[in-house]
């Protein structure tokens, strides 16, 4: 069966960095990306990144901060995510669709459990 599983999150002073990973198993995905959810905010998609690396999205609030990359022959994606700032406190959920259009939510099937991300001032 299909899992997606993060690892990374932790808590972090303002400016720091983290690096989230989401490994993938029981099949491989074209289209993966990064959610987070904060509370009292609705989820977002933060990035997302199709098999081939030619397509990425970055939501405009990490644009320049966060990276996303993938390694298909460990069938994994990355999240590097700079210059932290506590307005990124979140849960962040690792997801995984089939689609080629990574910029769109719909497009994202399969969820992970989530891993909480912390940015204290």
């Known amino acids: 069966q299909v899992q997606l599983v993060e690892s990374g999150g932790g808590l972090v002073q303002a400016g720091g960095s983290l690096r989230l990973s989401c490994a993938a198993s029981?099949?491989?995905?074209?289209?993966m990306g990064w959610f987070r959810q904060a509370p009292g905010k609705e989820r977002e998609l933060v990035a997302g990144?199709?098999?081939?690396?030619?397509?990425?999205y970055y939501a405009d609030s990490v644009k320049g901060r966060f990276t996303i990359s993938r390694d298909n022959a460990k069938n994994t994606v990355y999240l590097q995510m700079n210059t932290l700032r506590p307005e990124d406190t979140a849960v962040y959920y690792c997801?995984?669709?089939?689609?080629?259009?990574?910029?769109?939510?719909?497009?994202?099937?399969?969820w992970g459990q989530g891993t909480q991300v912390s940015v204290s001032s």
């Open positions: 997801a995984a669709g089939s689609a080629w259009d990574v910029s769109r939510s719909q497009n994202y099937d399969y």
């Open positions: 029981g099949r491989t995905f074209s289209t």
């Open positions: 990144i199709f098999w081939s690396a030619v397509r990425t």
